[in-house]
């Protein structure tokens, strides 16, 4: 993206401020597209904790609380972060 680049001194996601760090706005007028870059250490995404429910290929169900710890694109990568229950 050839972008013109500006700094963000306040950052808002869904609606709840947030601090960020090393925060810019890249817009491409060519293509009207536009990028934010961010450091979040308190607000981040991947420290959020989902609760997950899961049917096997075998008909056996799992369950368990993970964190997200990669995202690229529309692939994710969830990490247990506590012991995984499961039944037949």
């Known amino acids: 993206m050839d972008a013109a680049v500006n700094t963000i001194v306040k950052l808002w996601v869904n ?3 947030v601090t960020a760090e090393a925060a810019t706005l ?3 007028a060519g293509r009207c ?3 934010v870059r ?3 250490a308190r607000h981040s ?3 959020q904790r989902f609760g997950l429910s899961m049917q096997l290929g075998d008909g ?3 369950h ?3 964190v997200l710890v990669d995202a690229e694109g529309e692939d ?3 990490e247990g972060d506590d012991l995984l229950e499961g039944g037949d």
């Open 38 to 40: 961010a450091r979040l």
């Open 64 to 66: 368990g609380r993970a």
């Open 33 to 35: 597209g536009w990028r």
């Open 15 to 17: 609606g709840k401020a």
């Open 60 to 62: 056996r169900t799992a």
């Open 45 to 47: 995404p991947f420290r």
């Open 76 to 78: 994710v990568l969830f």
């Open 26 to 28: 890249e817009v491409d």
